[in-house]
């Protein structure tokens, strides 16, 4: 696992591997897994009896039943099957991007990893929930987007391809600008079957709420049960700074003038808490869940402590 060696801790392998992800709709997969389906299959859940008919597996016939009755019946049980999962990770430049102020110089990569707090945690995210998948026989795709599918690992399954994940998400970098739009509207960018789908971001969208509400019905079209997480740095959530500044957009590298007084900072918080809220209404409102994880908060406590009390991991 040299890949994920220094994205996630070396002894989180083994924690990820008790845990799974909590897909609340019935599996409608193509490989034997570990999802309960919606077919009858060869699971050991019982579902129901059925008249024995000539050619059923005589292992099935219930004994039992024909003794008390002398009807002939076999058990029913139900399948288990693979769930797609999917992962979109958010590589805009605005990922990597580190707040600073000339009084406060920025002090970005301080462990080697490439990259803002926002960005590493986003892919640690990432990485550990396609750990998950893998260990659970599912199967995975995974790609990073900014206004298109900058770079993409073809689907994968089993434990063998953590390594091709690790080095994936631990090579991506961050550039340009994002549009989470945009890159679902390239083709072949959607996933192709029913499934889980997970999107790692800051969702500062250019598009506004217009562009999310488009992206959630594309998403939503493929059958896809959706999960946004919503990875914002702790200088995004509570900025600190004040005083006369020229505020660069980190994605378009416009600039704007800004008297930065208390004032404005409170409507800034305002206008933040106002789009979570927004954020988390339209994901309640179309059944799919959203989690807002500070940067700066360590991994262990996102996954067992966000990602966990939401439901959207059990262990």
Known sequence: MSGGAHLLPPEWLPRLERLSLDAKRRVAGTLQGKRRS???????????????????????????????TGKAFVRQFMDEQELTVSLFVDCSASMGAVMSSPT???????????????????????ASIGYMAL??????????????????????????????LFS??????????????????????????PGMTWVFSDFWLEGGEEELF???????????????????????LEPKLSGDLRLVDSETMSGKEVALT????????????????????????RGMSYVLIPADMPLTDAMFGVLAGAGLVTG
């Open 38 to 68: 919606r077919r009858l299959g060869s699971s050991l859940e019982f579902a129901d009896y059925r008249v024995y008919s000539p050619g059923d597996d005589v292992r099935r016939f219930d004994w039992g039943v024909y003794s008390r």
């Open 262 to 285: 208390g004032k404005v900072l409170d409507a800034y918080k305002e206008e933040l808490e106002r789009y979570r809220t927004m954020l988390s209404r339209v994901c309640a409102e």
């Open 168 to 193: 994936f998400l631990q090579g991506a970098e961050t550039g340009g600008e994002g549009s989470l739009g945009a890159a679902l509207a390239v083709p072949g960018a959607l996933p192709r079957q």
């Open 104 to 126: 406060e110089p920025s002090t970005a990569d301080p462990e080697g990893t490439k990259g803002s707090p926002k960005w590493l945690l986003a892919r640690q995210l990432a």
């Open 214 to 236: 488009r992206s959630l019905s594309l998403l939503s079209g493929t059958g896809q049960e959706v999960v946004l997480v919503h990875v914002l740095s702790r200088e995004e």
């Open 135 to 164: 260990s659970s026989y599912d199967r995975l795709q995974v790609a990073c987007y900014s206004r298109s599918i900058n770079a993409r690992l073809p689907i994968m399954r089993g434990k063998g391809s953590a390594h091709r």
